[in-house]
């Protein structure tokens, strides 16, 4: 199986929700790839590449990405989940912005703000104002999943992934 994580950051350094989305990612299982997209963020993809559990690292470096504008990044992934089964990203403003993008744009549903990872295809997200667990299973080609960081611990710093560089998608 392989994962694509949406890399966090302000152009100069990786936030630290990343870590928290590797280690759902690293749960799912496969080979696990993030995606950093923006302009002249070559330390960001550094810092990705020694996460661990990364295999490689997709750097798209653009104008165009520099403000992360969610139609922007969305036209990048969506042609790269021809070589991807799952998708994450933080639940964050920037993860809440693209991923429902990314869900239309593949027609699939998107499954919002996990809290745990029970199988490849199966994740507990919280409903009722966090007063139940729900359990969400997707039939979908494409899985796009939000990941609440809270209930995620981060993964360590002793990866050494390979950074490989990405063609920015055309403006939308």
């Known amino acids: 199986m392989?994962?694509?994580v949406i890399a966090e950051h302000d152009n100069k350094s990786l936030n630290a929700a990343?870590?928290?989305?590797?280690?759902?990612?690293?749960?799912?299982?496969?080979?696990?790839?993030?995606?950093?997209?923006?302009?002249?963020c070559r330390a960001v993809a550094d810092e990705a590449a020694k996460l661990d559990g990364v295999k490689a690292v997709k750097l798209a470096e653009s104008a165009t990405l520099e403000h992360g504008l969610a139609e922007e990044?969305?036209?990048?992934?969506?042609?790269?989940?021809?070589?991807y089964d799952v998708v994450l990203a933080a639940a964050t403003a920037a993860g809440k912005n693209v991923m429902p993008r990314v869900?239309?744009?593949?027609?699939v549903a998107q499954i919002s703000?996990?809290?745990?990872?029970?199988?490849a295809d199966?994740?507990?997200?919280?409903?009722?104002?966090?007063?139940?667990i729900q359990t969400v299973q997707s039939a979908e080609a494409k899985i796009v999943v939000t990941v609440r960081t809270a209930a995620f611990a981060?993964?360590?710093?002793?990866?050494?992934?390979?950074?490989?560089p990405v063609a920015a998608a055309g403006s939308p």
């Open 73 to 83: 990044v969305a036209a990048l992934i969506v042609p790269m989940m021809a070589g």
């Open 122 to 132: 199966t994740f507990e997200r919280l409903i009722y104002a966090g007063n139940a």
């Open 2 to 4: 392989a994962i694509l």
């Open 113 to 119: 703000e996990i809290t745990a990872v029970k199988s």
């Open 103 to 107: 869900a239309a744009l593949l027609d």
């Open 154 to 164: 981060a993964v360590g710093n002793g990866g050494a992934a390979s950074i490989e």
């Open 18 to 40: 990343t870590a928290k989305v590797m280690t759902a990612a690293t749960a799912i299982g496969g080979d696990v790839h993030v995606l950093v997209a923006g302009n002249n």
